[in-house]
């Protein structure tokens, strides 16, 4: 399984970036993606997640900013981010918890994406 995550980048405060994370590989089916990040310093922590019947949750800092979603046909996730603050400077990583042909559940981690807010 690969996961390839694009989309991270340097911005100002108040500004916008798109996340993106595409799945391929031995996968029959998705359960859930999510978005985690981890600044110097700090845990990672769980930034979002959207289920296979298109739940969402969101940690409290970025609800109202952020937003996940996902295209099931190209098991890609993505994550809107707006009005970006300093604080949400990190390493964003997505996770995909998957089942393959064999009917195995796995969770998987991409590469990190860096993201830097700063004026």
């Known amino acids: 399984v690969q996961l390839q995550a694009s989309g991270g980048g340097s911005v100002q405060p108040g500004g916008s970036l798109r996340l993106s994370c595409a799945a391929s590989?031995?996968?029959?089916?998705?359960?859930?993606m999510a978005w985690y990040r981890q600044a110097p310093g700090k845990q990672r922590e769980l930034v979002a997640e959207?289920?296979?019947?298109?739940?969402?949750s969101y940690t409290d800092s970025v609800k109202g900013r952020f937003a996940i979603s996902r295209d099931s046909a190209k098991n890609t996730v993505y994550l809107q981010m707006n009005s970006l603050k300093p604080e949400d400077t990190a390493v964003y990583y997505c996770?995909?918890?998957?089942?393959?042909?064999?009917?195995?559940?796995?969770?998987?981690w991409g590469q990190g994406t860096q993201v830097t807010v700063s004026s």
């Open positions: 590989g031995n996968i029959f089916s998705i359960n859930l």
């Open positions: 996770n995909v918890i998957y089942v393959n042909r064999l009917g195995l559940r796995y969770s998987y």
């Open positions: 959207i289920t296979n019947d298109d739940s969402t």
